[in-house]
């Protein structure tokens, strides 16, 4: 499906089939979408088309038409038909969980295999699973005293967050860190590395 929109970022017409697209699922603030979107918006063989979110209160929407994204808000019952019928004909070569929170059926893992990745702020397997997710993490590891964090880029499986590992970054947790300061830390990682290694596995 050809989005019209994307002739007024001057790219060739044969350049929109044979551009890498990228597809982001979110369920929070967005930031990382917003970053990645930003990374390669001058680099014309990637294409961000689409952002799915299932958080209506989600502020990225402006950012997503200055950028010209296209945004799919959905609800549950989307999520097992529209969504997955819309992302089939996207056909994208790679799809972004970033800071999204819902389990993704195996309809979708089987579909596109090795085609699903997460970011997840932490080391894992620690502290991944159900209902581990963003700050809750944070406290957790500074409630344990933990030395180090980090965050971890893998593959999506059928299980929460143990899926094959494609990246780790660690960082030190200083005495003086709070959960928020650790969730800065962390996001300032991802914001660093996420799109670097999106890019390496399209490459
Ligand atoms: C990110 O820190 C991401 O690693 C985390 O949610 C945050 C989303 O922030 N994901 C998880 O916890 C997944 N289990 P953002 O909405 O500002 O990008």
Known sequence: MLNKKVFNKSYEPLQLFMNKKIVIFISGRGSNAKNIINYFSDKSDFLVS????NNKHSDIINHLNIK????????EEDFNGKVFDELKKINPK?????GFLKKIPPL???YFKNKIINIHPSLLPNYGGKGMYGSKIHKKVIENGEAETGITIHYVSEEYDSGKIIFQKKIIVDKYDTPKKLEEKIHKLEYEYFPKVIESLLK
């Open 108 to 110: 979708y893992i089987s």
């Open 94 to 98: 790679l799809i972004i969980l970033a």
């Open 68 to 75: 010209q994204v296209k945004f799919f808000l959905f609800d």
């Open 50 to 53: 689409h952002v799915f979110s």
